[in-house]
């Protein structure tokens, strides 16, 4: 398969994207490839720095860049040589079979609704890993992408939640809960309450209840679905507390796990291609684990599974 | 000053709620009395077990309980005999200057609402103590009382929150955030777009913007604002994390502050009474330390100047 590297996006940009790249290549199988996307002047000069052969890469040169900060929709507009865009040419015109980057969220966002969105789905959001203290993996989402959420909206990203626990996280038959101030049915505001109605007799995933703040990393449930508002200050939250731990030399083999460098970044869910998120702040580590997520996204053909379920839920719907 | 202590409410009453009071009555000035509201034969016979001479309290009988599980109005209604009950009742006399349990949280809330409310206060709440990096008291609220709040509430809760602040803390000045997914004005969710509006030109508090999940910690703000939806699942994140350092014994000076039994629960906010609540699982140090908390709220007559401010917001209002 062939993965295309936004190498201008992030804060460290273009040394981390480029030593993450040069990471994974050399454990990638050797039908996998990685294109470099980015101004090709300056990647060459870097990959010579490293002293690696720039033939074990395909580079695209964008001589563009968006900006951490710049306005998302008309930065993609006005901005048709930056990386992004032409990443999402790329896989609008299958050069690529996945498209990642640690540049601005936004812009990315904006990319893929406008080049692959599927029918039926209300809104695509981003999801984070949830260590649990059994060693497995937890997904909880939204982490941002929908500040608001109808409980419509929150019943999807239970299926996409699901779907994405199952197939790229091999859990079979996912637990799906809901995040909320109480375990009983009827606990919680009036999004939650709705959102568990919805949920409770779902035949789109197997539905196991209220998930409680203090729950977060116990094996009650796989996937936990909570509105991007809240879903990004608990995240920013688990960072908080996680760096000043890293400060004060306090972690252990499961804490390190709370180290977003082992997961490398978020699919989109819910969008007709595979994209994949990182954080600004990506070292080396973390870009080469974006990547082979991308890899392992794609490679579980996610987004047509996502697509199957949302016809057969709108089907039913009808 | 008097301090009536509810005897039989908490997982572990009434063992740690009298050793709790053993410890304070120890460290109390001679001038303030603690009152044991419970099942007077059992209450001298834990005091005789504990060789403590019962006469260094006021006892003062109720041979009912209200379980932790029960239905807070109902339960209120249906036993005037119960520990909580009578304790409203003797702060409603003013045989009490303030009321602490660790009961049945509802419960206690019904109490206030029915017996001191006050006029203008939308909705009382509830806060928990976030140990800044910097040494320093944080306080964040809502931590549960108010899973859905208007903007207009969270206006209030940050006047709330600034005179508890002020008052109880000794902060001068308290910089109130509003816990958000963004720094900029414009993010956020419905309710923190408008809330930050009502906010921003405040001359009833000192606000300082919106804060963000990292930075709960740090010294951006001394009272951060939320629905009780956001802060409760905060909270209850925040201790799940502790715990599990504390399991894995990665610990030290700063984390220990994380430890609920140092602070020993939050004043109901928004009511014309002193009436602490406290953790159901309260320990007999997290029990002292409720005592401590309700003579220094009840000694910076925080009620009194919640009254004066609400007073005069709502007459600049009109």
Same mark, same amino acid.
């Given at each position: 398969?062939?993965?295309?590297?936004?190498?201008?996006?992030?804060?460290?940009?273009?040394?981390?994207?480029?030593?993450?790249?040069?990471?994974?290549?050399?454990?990638?199988?050797?039908?996998?490839?990685?294109?470099?996307?980015?101004?090709?002047?300056?990647?060459?000069?870097?990959?010579?720095?490293?002293?690696?052969?720039?033939?074990?890469?395909?580079?695209?040169?964008?001589?563009?860049?968006?900006?951490?900060?710049?306005?998302?929709?008309?930065?993609?507009?006005?901005?048709?040589?930056?990386?992004?865009?032409?990443?999402?040419?790329?896989?609008?015109?299958?050069?690529?079979?996945?498209?990642?980057?640690?540049?601005?969220?936004?812009?990315?966002?904006?990319?893929?609704?406008?080049?692959?969105?599927?029918?039926?789905?209300?809104?695509?959001?981003?999801?984070?890993?949830?260590?649990?203290?059994?060693?497995?993996?937890?997904?909880?989402?939204?982490?941002?992408?929908?500040?608001?959420?109808?409980?419509?909206?929150?019943?999807?990203?239970?299926?996409?939640?699901?779907?994405?626990?199952?197939?790229?996280?091999?859990?079979?038959?996912?637990?799906?809960?809901?995040?909320?101030?109480?375990?009983?049915?009827?606990?919680?505001?009036?999004?939650?309450?709705?959102?568990?109605?919805?949920?409770?007799?779902?035949?789109?995933?197997?539905?196991?209840?209220?998930?409680?703040?203090?729950?977060?990393?116990?094996?009650?449930?796989? &996937? /936990? *679905?909570?509105? %991007?508002?809240?879903?990004?200050?608990?995240? !920013? $939250?688990?960072?908080?507390?996680? #760096?000043?731990?890293?400060?004060?030399?306090?972690?252990?083999?499961?804490?390190?796990?709370?180290?977003?460098?082992?997961?490398?970044?978020?699919?989109?869910?819910?969008?007709?291609?595979? &994209? /994949? *998120?990182?954080? %600004?702040?990506?070292?080396?580590?973390?870009? !080469? $684990?974006?990547?082979?997520?991308? #890899?392992?996204?794609?490679?579980?053909?996610?987004?047509?599974?996502?697509?199957?379920?949302?016809?057969?839920?709108?089907?039913?719907?009808?």
């Amino acid at each position: 398969m062939i993965i295309g590297l936004d190498v201008a996006g992030g804060d460290f940009a273009p040394d981390s994207t480029i030593k993450g790249a040069i990471l994974a290549v050399r454990e990638l199988s050797c039908d996998d490839t990685i294109v470099l996307i980015g101004d090709q002047e300056l990647i060459n000069s870097k990959l010579k720095e490293n002293d690696i052969d720039h033939t074990i890469f395909e580079i695209v040169h964008a001589p563009d860049t968006i900006g951490m900060g710049e306005h998302p929709t008309k930065a993609l507009v006005q901005k048709p040589l930056s990386s992004i865009a032409i990443g999402f040419d790329l896989l609008k015109n299958k050069k690529i079979d996945a498209f990642a980057s640690v540049g601005n969220t936004g812009a990315m966002l904006v990319g893929c609704i406008t080049s692959s969105s599927i029918q039926g789905i209300l809104r695509p959001c981003t999801t984070t890993v949830l260590p649990k203290e059994n060693g497995g993996v937890g997904i909880l989402l939204d982490i941002g992408t929908n500040a608001d959420c109808k409980p419509e909206v929150l019943y999807q990203f239970a299926i996409l939640g699901s779907l994405y626990s199952q197939y790229v996280y091999n859990i079979h038959k996912p637990k799906i809960g809901l995040l909320n101030i109480g375990e009983e049915e009827g606990k919680g505001n009036l999004v939650t309450q709705a959102a568990f109605k919805l949920m409770k007799n779902s035949p789109d995933f197997n539905f196991v209840g209220n998930i409680e703040g203090r729950d977060l990393f116990k094996d009650k449930a796989d &996937v /936990i *679905v909570c509105d %991007g508002f809240t879903g990004n200050i608990v995240l !920013k $939250n688990i960072e908080a507390m996680f #760096r000043l731990m890293i400060k004060r030399n306090l972690t252990d083999e499961y804490f390190n796990r709370f180290n977003y460098e082992n997961y490398g970044g978020t699919p989109i869910l819910g969008i007709d291609s595979s &994209v /994949i *998120v990182g954080h %600004g702040i990506s070292s080396a580590k973390a870009i !080469k $684990n974006m990547i082979f997520l991308s #890899r392992d996204v794609h490679n579980a053909k996610l987004s047509g599974k996502i697509k199957k379920a949302i016809n057969n839920y709108i089907n039913k719907e009808k």
